[in-house]
């Protein structure tokens, strides 16, 4: 089963704007992970954040997480054609020692149109 | 140095078949993980691999069987294919670490006719 969900489950902006991705969880993380996917291809880390974490910057990514909403959103600032890709969520609830099973949403579809 | 790798990146078979579909880590990464992403969802876990032990299993049936070697690298067998089974198959490697990320090969597509 599916424990992440994006929202929008599509988003299509112009280049230059922000785009914001959300997702919401339903139970107990050690961290939640942002990935990117381009057409169906293998899936790119972007940015993790650590369940005592509430903010995380990369470059033109900001990542925040509420551990109390069971929440995070993904911003991307000054959005390029590029961009345009999937991004999925991911939250991992390791108790043993190194990444267990990440638990995937079902993504949002991002096109930033030139 | 190279990320994870894959093979083969396409692959067609006809139900009743088996695959066996293979992966080589991220260089210094010990644990190997697979995944399922069907058209249009995101990727489900089918089973993680450490010290050549299946060490974490999803809900998948036992149709669905992988091996670790001591070189880390990975293979991942299924048996009795059905039309279902078609997918993108994903494998990820990471360290033996907490809060470490899992790095994705480009999967190989399975397609059953």
């Known amino acids: 089963s599916q424990q992440g969900e994006e929202d929008p489950q599509a988003l299509s902006i112009q280049e230059g704007e922000n785009a914001t991705m959300n997702c919401s969880y339903k139970t107990s993380i050690n961290n939640l992970q942002w990935y990117r996917q381009n057409s169906g291809r293998g899936l790119v880390h972007l940015i993790l954040i650590r369940s005592n974490e509430r903010e995380k910057h990369s470059g033109r990514l900001r990542v925040t997480l509420d551990t109390s909403k069971k929440s995070s959103s993904l911003l991307i600032t000054a959005s390029r054609a590029a961009d345009t890709a999937s991004y999925f969520c991911a939250t991992d609830a390791s108790t043993q020692g190194g990444s267990e099973k990440l638990v995937f949403g079902k993504g949002t579809k991002l096109t930033v149109n030139p | 140095d190279a990320g994870v790798t894959q093979s083969p990146t396409h692959l067609i078979k006809t139900r009743g078949q088996q695959v066996t579909l293979r992966c080589s880590p991220k260089?210094?990464?010990?644990?190997v993980s697979w995944y399922q992403q069907a058209l249009g969802q995101g990727p489900q876990f089918i089973f993680q691999?450490?010290?050549?032990?299946?060490?974490q299993r999803g809900n998948f049936p036992d149709r669905f069987s992988g091996h670790q070697f001591p070189n880390y690298s990975s293979e991942l067998n299924v048996n009795a294919l059905l039309l279902g089974d078609s997918a993108l198959y994903l494998c990820?490697?990471?360290?033996?670490?907490?809060?470490?990320?899992?790095?994705f090969g480009d999967g190989t597509r399975l397609s059953i006719l």
């Open positions: 990820a490697s990471s360290p033996r670490d907490f809060n470490q990320p899992q790095h």
């Open positions: 691999y450490y010290e050549e032990e299946e060490r």
């Open positions: 260089s210094g990464h010990d644990t």
